[in-house]
Structure formats: C-alpha cells, structure tokens
C-alpha cells in the first residue's frame, strides 16, 4: 500500500462505506442516539484513522472525473438522520432460512404485528445503498471483521451471518489480522464485579468485601476499553486499520426494566424529542470522554 493518509483512505473506500452501511442495519435498537455517534467517536483519540477523513470517504456522487477536475464534493455524515419507513421490510425474518435464536424470536413466541421491521435508516443528506451480500462478500475477501464485545455484538455478528446466508471461514482469524475491529461491552459492566489490575485485586462493585476498594461501574468500564484500545495501537499489524467503538446500547424496555413490569410493545423509532439519556445511560456516555 502508498504511503500518506489520502493513499490509504483512497485504498479503504470500497471497504468502508459497505461495512458502515451493514452497522446501520444490524442495528439492535431504534433510536436517536445513533445521530451522536459521529460526535461521539470524534472524543475517541486513539482511534488510529481520522473522522473527518471517514467522512470524506462517505460523500456522495464521487467520480473519476469530479476528483480529477478538483470538483468541490458534497459531504454526507451518515451518522446524522432519522428512521423512516421502509415497505420493503427486512431482509430476513424467522420465516426464511435464516436461524433467529429463540430469545430473540418474537414471532415465534406470538407477537401479532409486524410493522416494527418496515423501518430503515435515512441520512440527512445522502441515500444509503442496500446491502448487496455478494459485493459484500468480494470486498472482504482475504480480510477479516471481528465484532468485539457482549451480547450485543453476538447479535450483530448473527445478523451478518443471516445476511450472507453462510460463514466464510477466511474471516475466522485473530484481532491483530482484522483489517476492521469493531468494539462493544458497555451493558456487561453493570454486574458484580471484581477488579484485577497485575493479578492483584484492587476493586470490586456491588460486592461486599470490605478487605478492597469500593468503585464505581465506570471504574471497569473505562479500565476495560483503556487496555483494549492500548492493546490495538501496540499491535503493529493494525496500524493504520479501522477501529470503531460501540459504547452503549439504550434499554429495549420501556415504563420500567425487563423484571418489573418493563415492555417491549414499540413499533416505531424513537424520534428526538420522544427520548432523553438519563441516570447512568447519560453517565456512561460522558465516561467515554475519560477513555
């Protein structure tokens, strides 16, 4: 590969818009929050490309001949839009051959209505292409993607698996040869915990050693995406690769938790103005500041 960034952005363009359309429709959670996600990574400074780069990489209506003539190009952030409606539906639902595990399979289980999948993403300023698992696959061959994380992440990745229909075991490889890393954990640390530091331990949270330290949940969270990303910018295979951080999924319940009378009856997106971050959902996002 060319050295200097604007050869290595060029080289990552067919790779990257594909796999942050396919982040966008695996999804978990219909919410506005997706609109801070650009503001959010721009905090992360250890990620190893530039932003404002991705980006440029993202604009619409890019040419040969608009970049030789030095054309000014329209950006379009992604990041920025809301959820409309799509009558086309999903790609894939429990009645095809795809296998929905059972915890996740609300039609299996006796939800009666459907409208909840005819939703899509929309940028402000530009149209997303539809997934096309067979470009898709091409793009990524002989490279890996590994999601990173929780049970959030194994969704993504069982999403994926269902969109391409099969696995292709070329991607089954370690971090360090991953040309995308893609990082989630944030539900997981809101748990029991005992905090180990050099085999030593030095903390706990809701626990009741009195013998170590009280901390707070932020405490491991910050702890475990600090030696994460440490870990990848001492990899020197994965310099200049793509790293990307989800930090936190908001509840799927609504009028209480999953154990105390919460539902999941939504059928729409949430819109702005309908939802807010609040107790530690907000704090958990002004932690990311602190990585």
Not at 241 to 269: A, D, K, Q
Request: some cysteine.
């Amino acid at each position: 590969m060319k050295s200097g960034p604007a050869e290595l952005f060029k080289s990552f363009r067919k790779i990257v818009l594909p796999i942050l359309t396919l982040l966008l429709l695996l999804k978990i959670t219909f919410s506005s929050f997706d609109t801070n996600t650009y503001s959010l990574l721009q905090n992360i400074e250890s990620l190893p490309i530039n932003h404002k780069a991705i980006t440029q990489l993202l604009s619409p209506g890019i040419t040969n001949n608009s970049e030789k003539t030095g054309e000014k190009q329209q950006l379009c952030n992604i990041f920025v839009g809301k959820w409309v409606p799509n009558p086309k539906g999903p790609y894939y639902t429990n009645e095809t051959n795809c296998v929905i595990d059972d915890r996740q399979n609300c039609m299996k289980y006796g939800r009666p209505d459907s409208d909840f999948l005819h939703w899509r993403w929309k940028p402000n300023d530009c149209e997303l292409p539809l997934f096309d698992a067979n470009q898709f696959l091409e793009i990524v061959r002989g490279k890996t993607l590994a999601f990173v994380g929780d049970s959030v992440a194994r969704n993504q990745m069982q999403s994926l698996v269902c969109l391409l229909s099969s696995a292709d075991d070329a991607w089954a490889s370690q971090v360090d040869k991953a040309d995308i890393v893609i990082i989630s954990g944030g539900q997981w640390f809101f748990r029991p915990f005992l905090y180990y530091e050099n085999d030593q331990l030095i903390g706990y949270y809701l626990c009741n050693d009195k013998n170590v330290t009280k901390q707070s949940h932020f405490y491991g969270y910050r702890m475990a995406f600090r030696t994460a990303f440490k870990t990848f910018l001492n990899l020197k295979k994965l310099k200049g690769r793509l790293v990307m951080l989800r930090p936190y999924s908001p509840s799927h319940f609504e009028n209480g938790e999953w154990n105390n009378g919460g539902n999941c009856n939504r059928t729409r997106p949430f819109k702005k103005e309908e939802m807010k971050l609040d107790g530690y959902e907000e704090d958990v996002y002004d932690s990311i500041g602190g990585i």
